[in-house]
């Protein structure tokens, strides 16, 4: 019998939910996905779906006292910083899309910061680099997540930030059981967090990281956020709180100023979209890759996917193929859209991917295929909210790597992005490091709509995983039925480069005929799949997943 959600499935059955819910989704699942023993969350007025429980009860309590799917999204995020510090938080960047129901359309955030004024790529050059660092205060770029859950709250919430802010204040301050798989990759980053003084006193014990089930405090960041809750985010972007961070990161070889702080500005942006077998997948424009994901997908079409049988070895094969075509445009022309030299519309032209799509062999792996040619003229948390209003959004929030750059300026609490590890050093390519300007980002929201209307809002994190997991959870549930449980449970591959590729519970006869055609099976175990969240619109209240590869949860009321 499949294990019921804590809070969710309680509240949905004492209400009646579940058998109605259940029958909206009306095509047989046609293979097997791995059983986690989670049921899909059924629930009548709105619904939650974050990678740790807390972060989860915390959006859901928002609902429950009459706040609507933006304050509790901003809500879930905050505590997110608190008790998944590795992945996400105020000090790195956030992207949204939002269902307004008010208004009947989608709207696109994009709240990322750009690169510091005193950034010198020739003078990483002269130095013998031949990639921006990865962490350290050089690869700190302006944090934008909280530029971005201000913008939001003042735009569409009913809260004050104060109050948005309140739960991981009180968490942050009291403390919490730190939950096993966030322990566990916690306990992977120890050596770099100790080459930060800051950093080691703020998320380590005893020059170890915290066990499952162990109590943590951050009181720290409590601090930073009653300043913030305080004076507004003016503090940080360029108040006292801002001039002690790039105070401490310019002692330390930073290259940010307190002007670029203040410069700082959120983007409000219209997603980007394809349309799939009457579906149509939005993703947000660069200078993230949500691209890839809408190039895949419609290079897919062309294919009779569900034939083939979900996870054969034609159906992976033909995915495979298909993100290696879309991440070699990624690759050459994404970067910030003020220095890209193509259009992002001419990516998702249907005839530039009907031709890209040709390119796929059915009888062999391509080892590196070229980018397309066109004419020319750009770690992670995941979570969701549907409220009772109708409105859905699909946020995503990060600090790029475990701990982002590993650097905490001390009294802060605050771990800072190493979103600059996003540049390139490679002379003249469009995302080439330089003073203020935005890097290359990974993190994407995703969102679908059918016939104009709102159906799922959904996400995959995990770096480069993203856009290939967008694009097999969204077939999973249009090509093979599932519900978001089951399409977020089903075993997934991801590609890396050349012919590696990992594929979790690979059959043997499966994997057999994929390297006959060329490809080269990485073990899976180890391989970090990427964490989904999903809530589905039906025609009378939601449904809900989380994955089981992360700590989270899902729940409704």
Do not use: C
């Not at 950093?199 to 943590?216: M, Q, S, V």
């Amino acid at each position: 019998m499949r294990r019921l959600h804590t809070l969710a499935a309680v509240t949905v059955l004492l209400l009646g939910g579940a058998t109605a819910g259940a029958a909206q989704l009306n095509r047989p699942v046609t293979s097997p996905a791995t059983n986690s023993g989670r049921s899909t969350v059924y629930a009548p007025h709105g619904a939650v779906a974050t990678s740790q429980p807390l972060a989860t009860a915390a959006a859901l309590d928002v609902l429950e006292h009459g706040g609507n799917a933006v304050d509790a999204a901003v809500t879930a995020a905050a505590v997110l910083n608190v008790v998944e510090p590795h992945m996400t938080g105020a000090g790195g960047d956030m992207f949204v899309i939002l269902w307004w129901a008010h208004e009947g359309r989608l709207v696109g955030l994009d709240a990322s910061g750009r690169s510091g004024s005193k950034v010198d790529a020739e003078a990483l050059r002269a130095a013998g680099e031949t990639r921006v660092p990865g962490s350290g205060p050089s690869s700190v770029t302006v944090p934008g997540a909280l530029s971005g859950w201000n913008a939001l709250l003042e735009r569409y919430g009913t809260r004050s930030l104060a109050e948005a802010l309140e739960p991981a204040i009180r968490i942050a301050h009291e403390g919490f059981p730190v939950s096993p798989i966030i322990a566990q990759d916690w306990a992977g980053t120890v050596e770099g967090l100790k080459r930060d003084p800051g950093a080691a006193a703020t998320f380590l014990i005893d020059g170890r990281a915290p066990r499952a089930g162990e109590w943590f405090r951050n009181p720290d960041l409590a601090r930073t956020f009653r300043r913030i809750a305080e004076g507004g985010v003016g503090v940080f972007y360029g108040g006292e709180l801002g001039r002690e961070i790039v105070e401490g990161l310019a002692a330390m070889g930073g290259y940010l100023t307190l002007q670029d702080l203040v410069d700082h500005e959120v983007r409000w942006v219209e997603p980007l979209s394809v349309e799939y077998r009457g579906y149509r997948l939005h993703e947000l424009p660069p200078p993230g890759q949500g691209i890839a994901a809408l190039q895949m997908l419609k290079m897919l079409e062309s294919f009779d996917l569900k034939a083939m049988g979900h996870n054969s070895a034609r159906y992976l094969h033909t995915l495979i193929e298909a993100k290696k075509l879309a991440h070699a445009d990624l690759a050459r022309y994404v970067a910030d859209p003020d220095h890209m030299d193509v259009r992002p519309e001419a990516l998702l032209d249907p005839d530039y991917l009907a031709e890209r799509a040709r390119l796929i062999d059915p009888r062999h792996a391509a080892h590196r295929p070229d980018p397309g040619r066109l004419v020319t003229e750009s770690e992670t948390i995941y979570l969701t909210v549907a409220d009772g209003e109708g409105n859905m959004i699909s946020f995503i929030n990060s600090i790029y790597g475990y701990f982002g750059s590993r650097v905490v300026i001390p009294g802060t609490g605050l771990v800072l992005q190493n979103r600059g590890a996003g540049f390139t050093l490679e002379k003249g390519h469009p995302n080439e490091l330089a003073p203020r300007k935005k890097p290359f980002h990974t993190i994407i929201p995703a969102f679908v709509t059918k016939d104009g209307e709102p159906w799922l809002s959904f996400g995959v994190m995990g770096g480069s995983m993203q856009p290939q997991g967008h694009v097999q959870v969204l077939l999973n549930m249009i090509e093979f039925g599932m519900d978001p449980q089951e399409a977020i449970d089903a075993a997934r591959f991801r590609h890396f480069s050349g012919t590696r590729v990992a594929i979790e519970n690979l059959e043997p006869g499966v994997a057999a005929q994929l390297e006959e055609l060329g490809h080269t099976i990485r073990d899976w175990r180890g391989v970090a799949f990427g964490g989904a969240q999903a809530v589905l619109k039906l025609p009378r209240g939601w449904a809900a997943g989380s994955d089981p590869r992360k700590d989270g949860m899902a729940a409704g009321h």
